[in-house]
């Protein structure tokens, strides 16, 4: 027979209350650290000046062959493709707006009977600056020649 006064002793559960609180303090902070990021990711804000404000100007300086604007609101890589443009290949164009197509990228559209011009415009530090820049026929893609039909595109995700 066994003895039950030889048997190791059962131990106690007895939780701490200050553990339990650092625990949910700790967990607090995680959630409002991650939400703080997912903030911080998806702000569609633009910076500076808005988007279409600069395409805009963008186009009045190509048009009046402003090249101090030009390289004020664009990149090195928009600043080459602008600069390759024919001021008179540029009149008569209408502003239709600008569309967020990822995160701190916006899309800028000019439009005219048989022709479009399209921005494209990136945050590559604390302004939108003009990155990208086509011209092509109304309804088409840019870069695609006349008589094509328009690709079926799905939008990006963000």
Do not use: H, W
Not at 39 to 55: I, M, P, Q, S, W
Not at 67 to 96: C, H, M, N, V, Y
Request: glycine share 8%.
């Amino acid at each position: 027979m066994t003895d039950m006064s030889d048997s190791a002793a059962q131990p106690t559960s007895t939780k701490s209350p200050m553990r339990t609180i650092i625990i949910v303090v700790v967990a607090l902070a995680v959630l409002a650290g991650g939400a703080f990021v997912a903030y911080k990711l998806t702000n569609k804000r633009d910076t500076g000046e808005a988007a279409f404000t600069v395409a805009q100007r963008v186009e009045k300086a190509l048009i009046a062959g402003d090249s101090a604007t030009i390289k004020e609101l664009s990149t090195a890589q928009g600043r080459a493709q602008l600069e390759k443009l024919d001021p008179a290949d540029l009149t008569g164009f209408d502003f239709k707006g600008c569309i967020p197509i990822a995160v701190k990228t916006r899309s800028c559209v000019f439009t005219r009977p048989g022709g479009e011009l399209r921005m494209t415009l990136t945050v590559p530090g604390d302004k939108l600056l003009v990155n990208q820049v086509e011209i092509g026929a109304a309804g088409l893609p840019p870069g695609l020649p006349p008589g094509l039909p328009p690709a079926t595109q799905t939008p990006p995700t963000t």
